[in-house]
């Protein structure tokens, strides 16, 4: 969300780094001089959510308190929704009171994050009921992503094109293109590039390792792919993405994946790969009863 005023983007290597998810680094270097009130927000924003994509929840949760902005007001609420199972009802319910509230119902971030927080319910359609109008190119972008989950590349295609013409080289419309790219599977090549692109311009990162090795699995190229998520791995152990990936390329190499299987079952229970095994298991065992 850039400021609309004319002048230097004092902001542009701090989203950067977000949006590419080198998330210490845009905290390290998110003390940036003169800058407007609006922009101060934004900024406290960015470095909250960094926060938040590492993982510290609590912090974000104690250093927000009431008198805050709206938009750091909601970003505390994303931290309290990711925080724990227990809080997910009350951080929906604080949400649903907030989108009601015509004063700050149409706030850019509030409806961001909304989005965010139903796409984790996997509630798509409530999610573009807050995303749809666009408005800022992070709002474009999470459009993209929420259609190509639906697998209505037809809409992701449209926003996508809205980014194009709005800024073509915009971080958030490259990585758009990419995914885009990635989800029709017919542009691997040019997906590749985007990634190979941002990593000679800026520090690998491990959206970036991952992004780079899925585009090599798609292309059969499941060595370089493992050597990638490695690299990625290296970086945070913990990452879903980087685990299910390494799963996948290890069953395509015809390795043992057991071990990051229970690394992602312990990190993330609810990551769709644990979620469909424990649900072929249950089958399995069912299977197994009814002959026994």
Request: glycine content about 6%.
């Amino acid at each position: 969300m850039a400021s609309s005023t004319a002048g230097p983007d004092h902001l542009f290597g701090l989203r950067s780094s977000f949006y590419l998810g080198a998330y210490q680094t845009a905290i390290n270097n998110s003390d940036i001089p003169n800058l407007s009130l609006e922009d101060a927000v934004e900024r406290d924003s960015l470095v909250y959510r960094s926060y938040i994509a590492l993982g510290s929840y609590q912090l974000v949760i104690n250093e927000i308190d009431s008198s805050a902005p709206t938009p750091l007001q909601v970003v505390k609420l994303l931290a309290i929704y990711l925080s724990g199972p227990e809080n997910k009802e009350s951080a929906l319910s604080s949400l649903k009171e907030w989108l009601g509230d015509a004063a700050i119902a149409n706030n850019p971030v509030l409806r961001l994050i909304a989005g965010i927080i139903y796409m984790h319910e996997q509630d798509y359609n409530e999610a573009l009921k807050h995303t749809n109008s666009g408005g800022t190119m992070e709002l474009h972008a999470l459009n993209v992503q929420i259609y190509l989950k639906m697998h209505r590349s037809d809409y992701a295609e449209k926003q996508l094109k809205i980014m194009q013409q709005i800024d073509e080289d915009h971080t958030l419309t490259q990585l758009a293109h990419a995914c885009f790219n990635l989800a029709g599977g017919a542009k691997i090549q040019e997906a590749y590039l985007i990634f190979q692109d941002f990593s000679d311009k800026y520090q690998m990162t491990g959206l970036i390792l991952n992004g780079k090795a899925v585009c090599c699995m798609h292309m059969g190229r499941f060595d370089d792919a493992e050597g990638l998520l490695l690299e990625a791995l290296n970086k945070d152990a913990k990452d879903a993405e980087t685990l299910a990936n390494l799963i996948v390329c290890n069953l395509h190499l015809g390795k043992s994946s057991s071990r990051f299987f229970s690394q992602l079952k312990l990190s993330h229970p609810d990551h769709m790969l644990v979620k469909r095994s424990s649900a072929a298991e249950d089958s399995f065992d069912r299977a197994v009863q009814s002959v026994a």
